[in-house]
């Protein structure tokens, strides 16, 4: 049976490489290593256009593969995103998201916040980590918006930069998440990406920000920050990048860095059905977003 490596499938090829059931699994490894030198020094080389055209084919393959990226925490106003994003630091969306419900049906309003006991916010925000800094920062952050903002989480930046616990990647994510206003968030798995594939150098969380900014158009900034970060969780990890079951693997100067077996590869991807939507993704066969698989899932049982 023949298999197709994802490293060779790129624009320009002559085509596929197939691999023979003769062609050793070493032999394999040593030619992908060799495309991978190859692919390095070019893309060193690459002209500011060149990477920009390379960056946008990537977000256009990073829409394919994760038709579904949305932010991960679990909001129904500004007001609960804003807190919800303070508490992110340091822990998991899924844990944030086991604290919020109780937190938000206590504390529903900015002036409840500001008014809240701080040894009771505590107890409820200890799962989380850091949970006095965090309580510290939330009912600073209570605070300052009744006084300043009438209880309102504002819709600038400057003005959201200003309030406590707030940052330019929490205000990003509130711009836009909650207002509809395009924002690049560089958290740590996106400035980890962008650095892999040589998107930018830059270690600056703002200048990563700003590089990344001119290469993507602004309107895809808050849908770039989420399918990058939905493929640093699932696939891209820190460790161990599952090179071998990734469909960036064209245009990745880093692939190489993880096992490029695509068996191997497959069972290192997280998440529902993850290895299946990997592979899929890696040979350009149809990725079925998560709504779409339980929806066929079922029409099939009915």
Sequence with gaps: MTQT?????????????????????????????????????????????ARTRRARRMNAELARIHPDAHCELDFRTPLEL?????????????????????????????????????????????????FRAKTKSILGFGQALVERYDGEVPAKLVDLVTLPGIGRKTANVVLGNAFGIPGITPDTHFQRLVRRWAWTQESDPVKIEHAVGRLIPRKEWTILSHRVIFHGRRVCHARKPACGACALAP????????????????????????????RAAALGLPVRSAEEMVALARDESA
């Design 251 to 278: 245009w990745c100067p880093s692939y190489g860095d993880g096992p490029i077996a695509p068996d191997v590869a497959a069972k290192l991807v997280k998440g529902p059905d993850a290895a299946a939507r990997a």
């Design 5 to 49: 490596c994802p490293s060779h499938r790129r624009s320009g090829s002559d085509g596929p490489f197939t691999a023979q059931p003769w062609f050793s699994a070493t032999r394999r490894t040593l030619v992908a290593v060799a495309a991978t030198a190859t692919r390095r020094r070019r893309i060193v080389a690459e002209t500011p256009l």
């Design 82 to 130: 804003t807190v919800a994003t303070i508490l992110s630091a340091q822990t998991t969306d899924k844990m944030v998201n086991s604290v919020t419900p109780t937190l938000f049906a206590k504390y529903p309003t900015a002036a409840d916040y500001a008014a809240a006991d701080p040894a009771e916010m505590e107890v409820l925000l200890k799962p989380t980590g850091f």
